[in-house]
Nanobody, 127 residues
Framework: QVTLVESGGGLVQPGGSLRLSCTAS????????VGWFRQVPGKEREVVSC???????KYADSVKGRFTISRDNAKTTVFLQMSSLKPEDTAVYYC?????????????????????WGKGTLVTVSS
C-alpha cells in the first residue's frame, strides 16, 4: 500500500512562488506516473502537470512556462515548482500516482481509477 502526502501549500501574493511536494510512503515512486491536479469548489478536478516513469513531463496550457514538475533522485518525492502565481491558480492541489497509465492517458474519465491519491494541500494566491 502506498500513501501519498502533499505539502507546501499556503498563502502567496500574485507573482509569487511555491513549491509543492508529494511524498510517497510504502513504496518508491519510480515505476509510477505521478500527476498534480487541482480543484476549485464547484469545478471539475483538472490535471496541472504529470511526470512519467522515464521523467518525460506534461503540462496544462494554463501553467506552461510557470510550473515545473520533477522527481528527486530517490524517487520518493515529486515536486511542483510554481512561479508567477495568479489568483486563478488558487485551488486544492492533489497528487496521484498510477503504475499503468502514462501521463498522456490520464484523463478526467479515469481520474477515479488512478492507483493512489493524496488528500490535498490548499494554495491561495491573493494580495
Amino acid at each position: 500500500q502506498v500513501t501519498l502526502v502533499e505539502s507546501g501549500g499556503g498563502l502567496v501574493q500574485p507573482g509569487g512562488s511555491l513549491r509543492l511536494s508529494c511524498t510517497a510512503s510504502g513504496r518508491a515512486f519510480g515505476p509510477y506516473a505521478v500527476g498534480w491536479f487541482r480543484q476549485v469548489p464547484g469545478k471539475e478536478r483538472e490535471v496541472v502537470s504529470c511526470i512519467n516513469r522515464n521523467n518525460t513531463t506534461k503540462y496544462a496550457d494554463s501553467v506552461k512556462g510557470r510550473f515545473t514538475i520533477s522527481r528527486d533522485n530517490a524517487k520518493t518525492t515529486v515536486f511542483l515548482q510554481m512561479s508567477s502565481l495568479k489568483p486563478e491558480d488558487t485551488a486544492v492541489y492533489y497528487c496521484a500516482a498510477d503504475i499503468v497509465l502514462p501521463c498522456n492517458l490520464i484523463r478526467p474519465v479515469n481520474y477515479d481509477g488512478l492507483d493512489y491519491w493524496g488528500k490535498g494541500t490548499l494554495v491561495t494566491v491573493s494580495s
